[in-house]
């Protein structure tokens, strides 16, 4: 009984974790969207990423597309990850 008591405990100070690392992620791009300062928010921080990168020719290019494949790599990792049978 102490052991099930235990574990439940951890799972909870994990889950509070995660649930505050998102909460200030969150909490920090509504600030910068309400915030109307040029280049503060995610979206305009990989916008100026990407622009940089194709402003310096065929090898920006390619890094370019290293980056988006990276980014799409993590997101179809991430559904298989959350909602196939990786977590079964």
């Not at 200030?24 to 916008?47: A, H, M």
């Not at 799409?72 to 959350?82: N, V």
Request: charged share 15%; net charge negative; hydrophobic share 50%.
């Amino acid at each position: 009984m102490l052991q099930e008591l235990l574990d439940k405990t951890m799972e909870w100070k994990y889950t509070l974790a995660w649930a505050v690392i998102l909460l200030g992620v969150l909490t920090f791009e509504v600030f910068t969207i309400f915030n109307k300062e040029k280049g503060d928010t995610l979206s305009e921080q990989v916008w100026s990423l990407k622009e940089y990168l194709k402003s310096k020719g065929p090898l920006g290019q390619a890094g370019l597309v290293g980056f988006v494949m990276s980014v799409l790599g993590f997101f179809g990792w991430m559904a298989f990850h959350f909602f196939g049978n990786a977590g079964v």
